[in-house]
């Protein structure tokens, strides 16, 4: 079962990370992607 805060968190995380260096994280998302 998928841990719903584990997964809000790790999701507000990337969109600041996103934020902070949007062009940088691009890669990082489509690998998030695949998983």
Same mark, same amino acid.
């Given at each position: 079962?998928?841990? &719903?805060?584990? !997964? +809000?968190?790790?999701?507000?995380?990337? #969109?600041?990370? &996103? #934020?902070? +260096?949007?062009? !940088?994280? &691009?890669?990082?998302?489509?690998? &998030?992607?695949?998983?």
């Amino acid at each position: 079962m998928l841990n &719903l805060r584990e !997964h +809000s968190d790790r999701v507000r995380a990337g #969109l600041k990370r &996103l #934020l902070e +260096s949007p062009t !940088h994280e &691009l890669g990082r998302w489509g690998r &998030l992607a695949v998983y």
